[in-house]
């Protein structure tokens, strides 16, 4: 059963910086690229960055230079690390298994003074 639990999330002041991690199990982690969602209320669920299985990567125009995203294949672990946080990231963030429709739960980032 594929499982996908985020964690990191939190309230955090513009201009500041979180780590999401995004821990998977089920499958066969080193074979999959694994991409980074949010979804701000009241809006629809957007494109983040991903993570190929080679470690390429690819972000939203509206993340680059800020967010980076990486991967421990031997810890089965994505990561986004969030830099120069701004009120408009604040989005409950998820983590999804690409080219599949397996999801997690969600973590909540809220950039706020």
């Known amino acids: 059963q594929v499982q996908l639990v985020e964690s990191g999330g939190g309230l955090v002041q513009p201009g500041g910086s979180l780590r999401l991690s995004c821990a998977a199990s089920?499958?066969?982690?080193?074979?999959?690229?694994m991409s980074w969602y949010r979804q701000a209320p009241g809006k629809e669920r957007d494109f983040v960055a991903y993570?190929?299985?080679?470690?390429?990567?690819h972000y939203a125009d509206s993340v680059k230079g800020r967010f980076t995203v990486s991967r421990d294949n031997a810890k089965s672990t994505v990561y986004l690390q969030m830099n120069s946080l701004k009120p408009e990231d604040t989005a409950v963030y998820y983590c999804?298994?690409?080219?599949?429709?397996?999801w997690g739960q969600g973590t909540q980032v809220t950039v706020s003074s």
């Open positions: 993570v190929t299985k080679n470690r390429g990567t």
């Open positions: 089920g499958f066969t982690f080193t074979s999959f690229d």
């Open positions: 999804k298994r690409r080219w599949t429709n397996d």
